[in-house]
T-cell receptor, first 111, second 113 residues
Framework: AQSVTQLDSQVPVFEEAPVELRCNYSSSVSVYLFWYVQYPNQGLQLLLKYLSGSTLVKGINGFEAEFNKSQTSFHLRKPSVHISDTAEYFCAVTVDYKLSFGAGTTVTVRA | DTEVTQTPKHLVMGMTNKKSLKCEQHMGHRAMYWYKQKAKKPPELMFVYSYEKLSINESVPSRFSPECPNSSLLNLHLHALQPEDSALYLC????????????FGPGTRLLVL
């Protein structure tokens, strides 16, 4: 079965610093990869997705991710974070209609 | 309209109560989902409806009963719940197809006493 592993459970970062959230996937077939964000007391919001084509994917709020087939990774990056980026971030892989989420990474941005 | 709405926002119920959660979307999506999310955990898929028919049931206990009255509405009927069922219940919708992005509602926070 396809799955994703998020390598960091918590990432503290200072405001205006860059951040990288790591996600590895396991699959021997085509993968569809997603990053979702969950702000406190809210539902999930799609940041970006990779289906095929260009390996660098740009999303909302200045986030981007790079699909690396050889390393089976889909890391999320932002060059400069804001306090408002404090949230839970989930990497996910889909097969048919099922989304399988990673355990999540808590990002805490400090001034 | 790219919004999925859920009511109520919060719900407290006893173990003998019957209650229902409601989810609505007007994006024309033909797939709708129920997820359960415990604190500090990722969402867990419960049910999937495709074209108003139940297509996936992830071995959910029968005290949870989903219903899809039409293409815009999804309900989750609750009966005889246990305290361990306390969680955030998220609804999502998407166009059909394996590459479709799911749009999530804000959730209903359920507390079972």
């Amino acid at each position: 079965a396809q799955s994703v592993t998020q390598l960091d459970s918590q990432v503290p970062v200072f405001e205006e610093a860059p951040v990288e959230l790591r996600c590895n996937y396991s699959s021997s077939v085509s993968v569809y990869l997603f990053w979702y964000v969950q702000y406190p007391n809210q539902g999930l919001q799609l940041l970006l997705k990779y289906l095929s084509g260009s390996t660098l994917v740009k999303g909302i709020n200045g986030f981007e991710a790079e699909f690396n087939k050889s390393q089976t990774s889909f890391h999320l990056r932002k060059p400069s974070v804001h306090i408002s980026d404090t949230a839970e971030y989930f990497c996910a892989v889909t097969v048919d209609y099922k989304l399988s989420f990673g355990a999540g990474t808590t990002v805490t941005v400090r001034a | 309209d790219t919004e999925v709405t859920q009511t109520p926002k919060h719900l407290v119920m006893g173990m003998t109560n019957k209650k229902s959660l409601k989810c609505e979307q007007h994006m024309g999506h033909r797939a709708m989902y129920w997820y359960k999310q415990k604190a500090k955990k990722p969402p867990e898929l419960m049910f999937v409806y495709s074209y108003e028919k139940l297509s996936i049931n992830e071995s959910v206990p029968s005290r949870f009963s989903p219903e899809c009255p039409n293409s815009s509405l999804l309900n989750l009927h609750l009966h005889a719940l246990q305290p361990e069922d306390s969680a955030l219940y998220l609804c999502a919708s998407s166009p059909p197809g394996p590459t479709a992005s799911q749009y999530f509602g804000p959730g209903t926070r359920l507390l079972v006493l």
